[in-house]
C-alpha cells in the first residue's frame, strides 16, 4: 500500500456499527473485488472493494470477512479469511499479509488461511437464523459483469438453499454515508495532496501544452505525496469542455481558450473531487470572465444552502432557480423560458444538464439512501457548471464540502477559485519562466 499506515480503530468502529445494526443471531460475509483481466495473461492492478475495506483495512485480493456477532465463540465472531503467502506464491506476487500483519491493520484477532473458509462458513451457515450477503446496489451502476460477491450468493443459495438470505447492502450504505473523524481525515489529506497538483498545473499551463502533458504534472505531483488518481482525470481545452466526460486528453491548449480540469487524488482509498476551469494564458476574457463568476455565484450559494435535513432533490432545485437568473443576465434564456421552468423541466437544462453534486468517500460517487436528508458527517460536491459549444468553451467549478450541524464546511475553500485569484497565480508563473 502507498499510503501510511492507517489507526485500525477506523475498521474496529466500523464492523460495531454494522453488528449494532444486524438482528440477533445473523451472519454477514463480504468478499475481495476480483483481479480483472485485460488482454493475453496481463490484469489490471486491484481496486480495493470498499465495503470490504471499510470494515478491515484490507486491500488483498480474494480475501474474505465472516461476522457472526453472536456466535459461541468469540474467535468466531470476527473472522478474516486471506490467501497463504507460500513461498512460491511471494516470488511470483510479492509480499503478501501475514496473519499477524492483517490483525495489526483490521483489528481483527482471528485471521485464517482461505483453505479454512469453506469449513468455518459452514459451521457459521447451520448455527446462524439469517445471512446477510453483498452486492453492488450503487444506483448508476452498469452491472455488467459477474463479481466475486455475486458469484458467492450464487453458491450460497446452491449449497444453503433453506437459508433466509438478507441484504447487507442498504445497511452498509447507511453507515458509510456518514463519515468519521478519522475518515474527514483522509478525505482532507487527499484534497491536501489535490491542492498540490491544482497549484503545480497553474505553475505548467501556458500556450501550445497538450492536455496530457497536463495530466502527467498532475499524476507526478499526486504520486509523490502518496495519492493516486481518484478516477481517470479531465483534462479538456476549449470545446473538449463540453463534453461531460471527455477524457481523451490528447489536445493542444490554445492561446486564448479555457482548460477544464477535473481532477482529485485519494489516498488511503479515500477520495477527493476538484473541478476547475483556467485560462491557458493566464487571463480571462470578458466574457469568459462573467461566465466564470456565474457558476462560481451558484456554487457558493449552493454550498451555502447544503444544511441538515435538506433533501438532494431540493438542493438541486435550488441550484437551477439559481443558474435560472444567472443564465438570464448572460443572454442565454429568456424571462419567458424561466416562466415555463418545471422541476421535470428546468429552464437552464441546455446549459446546466448534470446534477448538483454526489455523497464523496470511499467511492468518489460515493453510496448514501436515495431518500435520505442530508445528515451530519455527509460528505459531498458540489459542481455546477455552464456550458456553451457555439462559443467553444464552457465552466464547471467543484468544492467537495462536509455536512454539520453548525453548516457546511467548504474543505476545498484554500484551493485557489476566485478569477482574480487564478489570474495572478498564472501570471507570477509566467513571469518567473
Known amino acids: 500500500m502507498r499510503h501510511q499506515a492507517l489507526d485500525s480503530k477506523l475498521f474496529i468502529d466500523n464492523r460495531a456499527k454494522l453488528t449494532s445494526l444486524l438482528p440477533k443471531n445473523s451472519l454477514a460475509v463480504v468478499n475481495a473485488n476480483d483481479v480483472l483481466p485485460t488482454n493475453a495473461d496481463g490484469s489490471l492492478k486491484l481496486v480495493p472493494n470498499a465495503d470490504l475495506f471499510y470494515l478491515s483495512g484490507i486491500e488483498q485480493e480474494e480475501s474474505i470477512l465472516m461476522l ?106 447507511k453507515l458509510r454515508a456518514v463519515k468519521s ?24 499551463l501556458k500556450p501550445g501544452v497538450t492536455e496530457f502533458e497536463i495530466e502527467a504534472e498532475l499524476i507526478h505531483e499526486y504520486t509523490r505525496n502518496r495519492g493516486a488518481f481518484a478516477y481517470t482525470p ?57 461566465v466564470y463568476d456565474a457558476v462560481l455565484r451558484v456554487m457558493r450559494a449552493s454550498i451555502a444552502g447544503a444544511v441538515v435535513g435538506k ?65 451530519p458527517g455527509w460528505v459531498l460536491t458540489v459542481e455546477p457548471g455552464i456550458y456553451l459549444p457555439d462559443e467553444g468553451f464552457a465552466v464547471r467549478l467543484e468544492n467537495d464540502i462536509l455536512i454539520t450541524e453548525d453548516g457546511p464546511v467548504d474543505l476545498m475553500k484554500d484551493i485557489p477559485v476566485e478569477a482574480d485569484h487564478i489570474e495572478s497565480i498564472m501570471q507570477e508563473a509566467t513571469a518567473a519562466r
Not at 483522509?186 to 505553475?203: V, Y
Not at 470511499?362 to 445528515?375: E, K, R, S, T
Open 68 to 173: 457472526y456477532p453472536d456466535a459461541f465463540e468469540p474467535k468466531n465472531r470476527e473472522v478474516l479469511f486471506l490467501r497463504e503467502p507460500t513461498e512460491l506464491l511471494q516470488i511470483w506476487e510479492g509480499t503478501k499479509l501475514t496473519q499477524e500483519r492483517a490483525t495489526e491493520i483490521s483489528g481483527i484477532p482471528t485471521v485464517k488461511w482461505l483453505k479454512d473458509f469453506p469449513l468455518a462458513l459452514r459451521d457459521a451457515m447451520l448455527s446462524a437464523d439469517e445471512v446477510f450477503l453483498n452486492s453492488n446496489e450503487h444506483r448508476r451502476a452498469a452491472v455488467t459483469v459477474e463479481t466475486r460477491d455475486e458469484r458467492f450468493v450464487e453458491q450460497c443459495k446452491r449449497d444453503y438453499p433453506l437459508h433466509t438470505y438478507r441484504r447487507l447492502a442498504p445497511l452498509l450504505h
Open 181 to 204: 473523524d478519522l475518515e474527514v481525515d483522509l478525505i482532507k489529506k487527499a484534497i491536501e495532496i489535490t491542492d498540490k497538483g491544482f497549484h503545480r498545473l497553474l505553475h505548467f
Open 234 to 290: 479531465i483534462v479538456a481545452s476549449g470545446k473538449n469542455a463540453c463534453g461531460l466526460h471527455y477524457i481523451d486528453n490528447d489536445q493542444v491548449c490554445q492561446d486564448g481558450d479555457l482548460v477544464l480540469v477535473d481532477t482529485g487524488s485519494n489516498y488511503g482509498n479515500y477520495n477527493s473531487d476538484l473541478t476547475r476551469t483556467v485560462p491557458v494564458n493566464g487571463k480571462f476574457t470578458k466574457r469568459q470572465r462573467d
Open 311 to 375: 433533501a438532494h432533490r431540493d438542493w438541486q432545485h435550488e441550484a437551477q432557480l439559481m443558474m435560472n437568473d444567472e443564465l438570464l443576465g448572460l443572454g442565454l434564456i429568456t424571462k419567458e423560458q424561466i416562466a415555463e421552468h418545471t422541476r421535470e423541466k428546468p429552464a437552464c437544462k441546455k446549459y446546466f444538464m448534470h446534477g448538483l453534486g454526489h455523497p464523496m468517500g470511499l467511492d468518489v460517487h460515493d453510496v448514501a439512501p436515495l431518500d435520505a436528508p442530508f445528515a
